[in-house]
């Protein structure tokens, strides 16, 4: 189990894969993003995406899903997230895609309040499967501290 005394400012770590499909791309389009470039072929031809893109809603999904799958692995006493910083999308994601991220610690604070947690910030990238940032930002994260 890692608490926030295991925390160490600047480690990196990189994980996940993540398969971007089309039905899924439509699908979470269709329910929460139902603009017509998430939707059809034929409509993202006639913008900047060029063809059919996912929702970078459902990028932050995406990455939601590798992040939990990874706290899974590492066995990490969080407690949930007040928050998200910086949130930028930069590039298209796009069916076919197979998506990975890297996160950086960037701080680790002991709550004053609560002695029992406490919370750090870290930047999370995500890439496509050419290296290529597609979005970033910079999550708070609530964590157990180490029992007495």
């Not at 895609?97 to 996160?103: F, G, I, P, S, V």
């Amino acid at each position: 189990m890692q608490y926030l005394e295991d925390l160490v400012v600047g480690s990196r770590q990189r994980f996940g894969s993540y398969a971007v499909t089309r039905d899924e791309v439509i699908a979470f389009a269709s329910r929460y993003d139902p603009q017509p470039f998430h939707l059809s072929d034929e409509a993202a031809a006639q913008t900047h995406f060029g063809r059919l893109a996912a929702s970078g809603w459902h990028t932050c999904a995406m990455a939601m899903a590798m992040v939990v799958e990874n706290l899974k692995e590492t066995g990490h006493a969080g407690l949930g997230s007040p928050g998200v910083d910086e949130l930028r999308w930069l590039k298209p994601v796009y069916p076919g895609d197979t998506l990975h991220m890297e996160n950086e610690l960037l701080e680790v604070t002991p709550s004053r309040s609560r002695p029992d947690m406490g919370s750090f910030r870290m930047r999370s990238t995500v890439f496509n499967q050419h290296d290529e940032p597609v979005m970033r930002y910079i999550s708070i994260a609530l964590v157990k501290r180490r029992p007495a």
